[in-house]
């Protein structure tokens, strides 16, 4: 089983509607995170977790949401879908080691029609 | 200015040839951390190589080395002995002082022929 879950794989959608990502990690670490990936960038922070009640926005948050409802689930929502909220969605988790890697999850590819 | 450039769109090497990738970064403060991960088709984010800015020796992970330049702030992927399941895109990506936020760069991606 992989240690960083996200749900749906794939997500097709029409705008106005409210999506809700979900990521779940069995690493048994205290951060998370949530980045979007468009099409020739890299990935950029949307929101990040130290805690269940540390949050705080990243580069891009604006239309974006978060829930942190344990240690070991984060959850993304975007309220009201809009086309250029289309990209590949990524969770990640790290331990408190600054040297040590994030980790991952498989992504969450959204289409907003 | 951005934080971490990676200035080669795409790259093609020969199968059992060594690729460098390149990684230029700007920041001001002493302590970071760089970060190298690979994207396959399939679109997972694989970890490769981690270097540290205080790190005395330049990091390797099997055929993954790191050549890093600090005064040059520069810290190229090098892959030897290219495999055609390297094919893929390949980001780096840096953390500052005591975030633990990393800043990507926009990728290469990486073509094996055989």
């Known amino acids: 089983d992989a240690d960083v879950t996200q749900t749906p794989r794939n997500r097709i959608t029409k705008t106005g509607k409210r999506i809700m990502l979900e990521c779940s990690q069995t690493?048994?670490?205290?951060?998370m995170y949530w980045y979007r990936q468009d099409p020739g960038l890299g990935l950029r922070l949307i929101y990040y977790?130290?805690?269940?009640?540390?949050?705080n926005k990243g580069e891009i948050s604006d239309g974006y949401s978060v829930s942190r409802q344990a240690q070991a689930k984060f959850s993304l929502s975007l309220e009201s879908a809009i086309p250029n909220q289309t990209a590949l969605y990524f969770c990640?988790?790290?331990?408190?080691?600054?040297?040590?890697?994030?980790?991952f999850g498989d992504g969450t590819r959204l289409s907003i029609l | 200015a951005q934080k971490i450039t990676q200035t080669q769109p795409g790259m093609f090497v020969q199968e059992k040839e060594a690729v460098t990738l390149d990684c230029t970064y700007d920041?001001?403060?002493?302590?970071?951390?760089l970060f190298w991960y690979k994207q396959p088709s399939s679109g997972e984010m694989i970890f490769l190589i981690y270097?540290?800015?205080?790190?005395?020796q330049n990091a390797t992970e099997g055929r993954y080395s790191l050549n890093f330049q600090k005064a040059r702030k520069s810290a190229n992927l090098v892959i030897s002995a290219s495999q055609l399941g390297d094919s893929a895109m390949y980001f780096c990506?840096?953390?500052?002082?005591?975030?633990?936020?990393?800043?990507f760069g926009s990728g290469t991606r990486l073509l094996v022929r055989p």
């Open positions: 990640a988790t790290s331990d408190l080691t600054l040297d040590q890697p994030q980790h």
């Open positions: 690493k048994g670490h205290d951060r």
């Open positions: 977790s130290f805690d269940v009640k540390d949050i």
């Open positions: 920041t001001s403060d002493p302590s970071y951390g």
């Open positions: 270097q540290g800015s205080y790190d005395q």
């Open positions: 990506a840096m953390r500052e002082g005591s975030s633990y936020k990393l800043i």
